[in-house]
């Protein structure tokens, strides 16, 4: 069966800018969760949605939001974009089960802000 | 908060070397502990779970076992080869979340010669 798929793959945006990014979990999953990978600060947890609503969440600032649809795909939007922001983003699905629920992650989306 | 330390990188290794990559957690519950792999330009995949003390995961040759008594979760194999070339993460999430939420290690890059 089909993967996670993220979109788009790369993604050059400017300072002060909008970005919204894309993930189709794996059919019949229904949390999806978001992080953020860089080499200064690894892969830290961004938030994590499960039937629509979101169920945890990190320690980002408000700029950083998502949402998920009725079919389990997800977005996630960065209002005014800073520098620091350029990152691969990774999302992850599930089944959705708590606790050790193996998650498979996207190639993710890289995000460069200059 | 809970965490999870990994030995640094990078750890360079000849074909047929022992491979060991150190990891230690604290956790605030009962944690599930994973060892993820992320080849160049690719997400993460699980290489292997523990879910309970003195479990021990396994795949593809490598071999981890969740010691709570020294809150260890250390990565092994025996006899490694160029493909095994990687970053390797050490995770947990807690078994009482109704969520998913991974929280991660800085990665060890491991690079295997021929």
């Known amino acids: 069966k089909a993967g996670v798929t993220q979109t788009p793959r790369y993604l050059i945006k400017t300072r002060g800018q909008q970005v919204t990014l894309s993930c189709s979990p794996i059919s019949g999953h229904r949390s999806v969760s978001w992080y953020q990978q860089t080499p200064g600060q690894g892969l830290q947890f961004l938030f994590e949605?499960?039937?629509?609503?979101?169920?945890n969440k990190g320690n980002f600032p408000g700029r950083f939001s998502g949402r998920q649809f009725s079919n389990s795909r997800s977005e996630m939007n960065v209002s005014t974009l800073e520098l620091g922001d350029s990152a691969l983003y990774l999302c992850?699905?599930?089944?959705?089960?708590?606790?050790?629920?193996?998650?498979?992650f996207g190639q993710g989306t890289r995000l460069t802000v200059v | 908060g809970d965490s999870v330390t990994q030995m640094e990188g990078p750890v360079t290794l000849s074909e047929e070397a022992f491979l060991t990559i150190n990891c230690t957690y604290t956790a605030t519950g009962y944690p599930s502990l994973f060892w993820y792999v992320q080849y160049p330009g690719e997400g993460l995949q699980l290489l292997l779970k523990a879910t309970k003390a003195d479990d021990k995961g396994s795949n593809k040759g490598f071999e981890a076992t969740y010691r709570k008594e020294t809150t260890s979760f250390h990565l092994e194999k025996g006899s490694v080869q160029v493909s095994d070339s990687a970053v390797y993460f050490c995770?947990?999430?807690?078994?009482?979340?109704?969520?998913?939420?991974?929280?991660f290690g800085g990665g060890t890059r491991v690079l295997v010669k021929p």
């Open positions: 995770a947990l999430t807690l078994q009482r979340d109704a969520g998913n939420k991974l929280t």
């Open positions: 949605y499960f039937s629509e609503t979101q169920r």
């Open positions: 992850a699905s599930s089944l959705g089960q708590a606790g050790d629920t193996e998650a498979f």
